[in-house]
Structures are given as C-alpha cells and as structure tokens.
C-alpha cells in the first residue's frame, strides 16, 4: 500500500521513525495512528558532522526534526560564531521560518553524522488541510517549544 510518498506492506508495519518517537515526551500527545499519519509528510535526509543544514538569512523552506545525532544553532558575530543552542533527537529546528514565512534566523551546523526528518512548508499546509486534527497537535507542540525557547532567552537576558 502506499501513502504520500511512503511505502507501507500489507500487514501495516509503520516507518521505523514511528517507534522512536512514540516513546519520545515530545509526541505523547500523538496516536500511532496520527504519528503514521504525520509520517507520510516528511523526507529523510542526512548530515555529516560539520555539515550545515542552513545559513542564516537563507529562505526558510523547511522545519526539521531530529532523528538521530545533533545540530548547533550558530549566530555569527564581531569574534565569529556563538552557538546559541543545542537541538536533539526528538527536537525541532527551523520552524519558525516555515510558521512565518521569514527568512532563516540562525545558521544551523551538524555537531555529529545526523539524520532529520524534513517537512516541507508545503507538506505542512497539506497536512493542516488534509489532516487538521494531527496538525494542530503538531502546532502545539511548536507553540509549546516555541514557548519554551522563549522564556528560556528571557531568562538568560536577565542573567547577564
């Protein structure tokens, strides 16, 4: 059987990505159901350690998950980069840009061989179109790093 893009046999069996973020907090929220369901909207696609996945001020086509490995978000500066934060498995990178359409903020670095799951902003509005109930958990779950991140620079500010 197949499924937007993805190749399923016949007695179900579900992408391996599935399992791992079933028992990853981030998707808690999420059935099997919904996680095979959001499966069907992204690629795969591989870092080598160094690689950059995108540059600052770089359109922002793409959100990405981590699948396996780590990113550093780099902001460059008067003594070269800063890494601003750590992304790991589970966790997302680039969405804002694909939320609201700008360019990208940062630029993104493997910190090891990575592996991502990349969904496309296209295949984000398909999924809220033909899927809105597993796209506003997706949503929530953004709002809530989204969130997250910003108290967490908040807090930061305020240290220094």
């Known amino acids: 059987m ?34 095979r369901t959001f499966a069907a909207f992204y690629k795969e696609k591989k870092l080598a350690e160094g690689e950059i996945l995108f540059s600052e001020g770089e359109p922002g086509l793409s959100m990405y998950i981590v699948k396996k490995g780590g990113l550093k978000v780099l902001k460059m500066g008067f003594l070269g980069e800063t890494v601003i934060a750590q992304v790991n498995p589970g966790e997302f990178v680039g969405e804002m840009a694909v939320i609201d359409c ?59």
């Not at 007695?11 to 929220?29: D, K, R």
């Not at 910190?111 to 109930?133: G, V, W």
């Open 102 to 160: 700008s360019s990208r903020s940062a630029t993104v670095k493997a910190m090891t061989h990575t592996e991502l799951l990349e969904i496309s902003q296209a295949n984000f509005n398909l999924l809220k179109k033909e899927y809105p109930k597993t796209a506003i958990k997706l949503m929530d779950l953004l709002l809530r790093l989204l969130s997250f991140r910003l108290r967490s620079t908040t807090s930061k500010m305020l240290k220094k």
């Open 2 to 35: 197949k499924e937007a893009g993805k190749t399923f046999d016949m007695l179900g069996s579900q992408p391996p990505v599935v399992e791992i973020f079933l028992n990853h907090p981030n998707f808690a929220q999420f059935s099997e159901e919904e996680l």
